[in-house]
């Protein structure tokens, strides 16, 4: 839990009267560590993925990385421009300062998959920071088509022979996460809970996130539900008897 409800300094008896768990207050966790737990429970469980993806909270976190390369998990987490690698050379540098010295030439635009608006075009390079054990550990430089002092960085640690079109895709894939969140706001109704009980929140987050995983299978196994005529309806529908649950 966050420092507003967990660890010493806090109102214990706004916690209890909440009904919150001790066990769940007994410290503060942060994201990286509650990633690191997931991960850890995926793998132990033999959950299929093949990437493990997040924003500059994740990517700036060595812990978490160095576990992630521990187990083999490719990863791909964006990074500030400020944050620091060090060389086969021995030497350091920043993000930044490796951006500064790719040539031109090195940049090849490719799309990071679709948008809203059609494909997401970006022009892109890497940079080797290290090899260990069959994998590599590279900086992959986003810059955008039409600002391009718009520059993002991602640390990506995966096998030797991953192309380039895969770890662009990977980069990619974080937006599925707010995506994600959207859809399950608006399809589950995920923040229109009214409940001021661990239990009943934890209730209504639990089923609006196995109603999203059940949807996403159905529109795996029905296509039409995805473009036909009955997608508008079903999704009201679906959004109506979440809120009936959640109510209820």
Same mark, same amino acid.
């Given at each position: 839990?966050?420092?507003?409800?967990?660890?010493?300094?806090?109102?214990?008896?706004?916690? *209890?009267?909440?009904?919150?768990?001790?066990?769940?207050?007994?410290?503060?966790? =942060?994201?990286?560590?509650?990633?690191? @737990?997931?991960?850890?429970?995926?793998?132990?469980?033999?959950?299929?993925?093949?990437?493990?993806?997040?924003?500059?909270?994740?990517?700036?976190?060595?812990?978490?990385?160095?576990?992630?390369?521990?187990?083999?998990?490719?990863?791909?987490?964006?990074?500030?421009?400020?944050?620091?690698?060090?060389?086969?050379?021995?030497?350091?540098?920043?993000? @930044?300062?490796?951006?500064? %010295? %790719?040539?031109?030439?090195?940049?090849?635009?490719?799309?990071?998959?679709?948008?809203?608006?059609?494909?997401?075009?970006?022009?892109?390079?890497?940079?080797?920071?290290?090899?260990?054990?069959?994998?590599?550990?590279?900086?992959?430089?986003?810059?955008?088509?039409?600002?391009?002092?718009?520059?993002?960085?991602? +640390? %990506?640690?995966?096998?030797?022979? =991953?192309? *380039?079109?895969?770890?662009?895709?990977?980069?990619?894939?974080?937006?599925?996460?707010?995506?994600?969140?959207?859809?399950?706001?608006?399809?589950?109704?995920?923040?229109?809970?009214? %409940? @001021?009980?661990?239990?009943?929140?934890?209730?209504?987050?639990? +089923?609006?996130?196995?109603?999203?995983?059940?949807?996403?299978?159905?529109?795996?196994?029905?296509?039409?539900?995805?473009?036909?005529?009955?997608?508008?309806?079903? @999704?009201?529908?679906?959004?109506?008897?979440?809120?009936?649950?959640?109510?209820?």
């Amino acid at each position: 839990m966050g420092k507003e409800w967990a660890g010493e300094g806090v109102d214990r008896a706004a916690r *209890r009267a909440a009904g919150v768990p001790e066990d769940r207050a007994a410290a503060v966790v =942060t994201k990286p560590e509650l990633a690191r @737990r997931m991960f850890a429970r995926a793998l132990a469980s033999g959950v299929p993925f093949t990437w493990a993806c997040g924003d500059e909270v994740y990517g700036r976190c060595p812990g978490l990385r160095a576990w992630l390369e521990e187990h083999g998990v490719r990863y791909c987490l964006e990074v500030p421009r400020d944050q620091p690698f060090t060389l086969g050379s021995g030497l350091q540098r920043t993000a @930044r300062e490796l951006w500064a %010295v %790719v040539p031109e030439g090195c940049f090849e635009r490719r799309s990071a998959g679709p948008g809203s608006r059609g494909p997401r075009w970006y022009d892109w390079a890497v940079v080797e920071l290290g090899r260990r054990a069959g994998f590599v550990r590279r900086l992959l430089i986003r810059r955008s088509v039409s600002d391009p002092t718009d520059v993002a960085f991602f +640390l %990506v640690h995966a096998p030797t022979d =991953t192309p *380039r079109a895969d770890l662009v895709r990977a980069a990619g894939l974080r937006w599925m996460v707010e995506e994600c969140f959207q859809v399950i706001k608006d399809v589950c109704g995920f923040d229109e809970h009214e %409940v @001021r009980k661990w239990c009943s929140w934890y209730r209504h987050a639990t +089923l609006c996130m196995l109603a999203l995983a059940f949807l996403a299978v159905t529109l795996q196994e029905w296509p039409i539900l995805r473009t036909g005529r009955s997608a508008p309806a079903w @999704r009201r529908r679906t959004r109506e008897l979440s809120r009936a649950r959640a109510s209820g």
